[in-house]
């Protein structure tokens, strides 16, 4: 009996790390391992993928990456896309969100329709825009031309290959963002809405007053998320250009020289080496929201 009641309490310790375990596996084998060997090739020079050799261990990628100028390009146009795309998106998606959490008739068609875009597929809506940048045919020039305003070359003019990306990432990481601030708005107490009115507060200042300021740790968590991904922009940059990083190769980001690093140079330690910046650049941006955000809740505090 008491033997039993012992297998019994090991069973339930026990338990929860076989539900676990076909996670921890999977996280394993194709997470926890691949950063682990992104890290270590980084540091093999001249490594050989056929013959998985290299000649020793060193800081020799990392040096070539940086003095490269395509990456230095890379990183600058990341960073210029970051700091345009994540603020403008995310202050367009809370007026937007808070539109769409309106009650009034009809508001399921507008939000069907600002939430499409997030079950297409990045490639064909590329196309698609792609399309209507056209210089000659493009909806937007078109549009444009009516203000008396010369048509741009939007994808053939280099001074105008980041606006147009940006524009394209903008709209792109609208719905996402859209859906996780109305779930933000959705937790707000109705009462302090009820309460201002009663004060006779007009709707501008209820929104600045009430709902920015208690929206705002979901704001950060989506600035967080919006800045992770767009450190990662490839799949938009892939179709407006027809695979290659701007018209006259000017529009590199990090990922797609990671990409050109691999594919095209097969050159492993470099492309590695630049993952690992990425990373770290990725991760530097992060601490520095969360540092922010704890510092602005401390400032509330007081």
């Known amino acids: 009996m008491a033997f039993s009641e012992k297998r019994r309490k090991l069973f339930e ?22 950063i682990i ?28 990456v940086l003095a490269d100028d395509k990456f230095r ?7 210029l ?28 068609i507008f939000q069907t329709a600002f939430f499409m875009p997030l079950v297409t597929s990045v490639t064909a809506v590329g196309l698609i825009w792609r399309f209507m940048y056209n210089q000659q045919y493009g909806v ?7 203000f008396g305003i010369e048509k741009i070359g939007w994808l053939t003019d280099s001074k105008w290959s ?23 708005l959705q937790n707000i107490n109705e009462l302090y809405y009820t309460a201002a009115r009663v004060d ?18 979901t704001i950060f968590l989506v600035s967080i998320i919006n800045t992770i991904s767009c450190f990662k922009v490839f799949s938009e940059l892939y179709p407006l250009f027809n695979g290659k990083p701007g018209p006259y190769y000017n529009l590199y980001t990090v990922v797609y020289y ?5 594919m095209e140079k097969r050159k492993y330690g470099y492309a590695a080496a630049a993952a690992v910046v990425l990373f770290f650049c990725v991760l530097l941006f992060t601490l520095l929201q969360i540092l922010l955000q704890r510092r602005l809740k401390r400032r509330g505090m007081n």
């Open 13 to 34: 310790k026990g338990e929860p790390w076989l539900y676990l375990m076909p996670f921890m596996v999977f996280a394993l084998v194709f997470i926890i391992y691949p």
């Open 37 to 64: 060997n992104v890290f270590a090739l980084s540091f093999m020079k001249n490594y050989n993928a056929l013959r998985g050799s290299f000649d020793g261990l060193s800081f020799d990628n990392y040096a070539k």
């Open 73 to 79: 390009s890379a990183l600058k146009n990341t960073f």
């Open 81 to 108: 896309y970051v700091l345009f795309v994540v603020p403008i998106s995310t202050a367009l998606a809370v007026i937007l969100a808070n539109l769409l959490n309106s009650k009034i008739k009809g508001i399921g």
């Open 140 to 146: 937007i020039n078109f549009i444009i031309s009516k």
């Open 162 to 184: 980041l606006t147009a990306l940006v524009i394209f990432g903008i709209w792109n990481i609208l719905p996402f963002t859209i859906i996780l601030l109305i779930s933000g």
């Open 200 to 217: 006779g507060a007009h709707s501008v200042k209820i929104f600045f007053r009430i709902t920015v300021p208690l929206l705002s740790p």
């Open 258 to 262: 990671i990409r050109y690093a691999m």
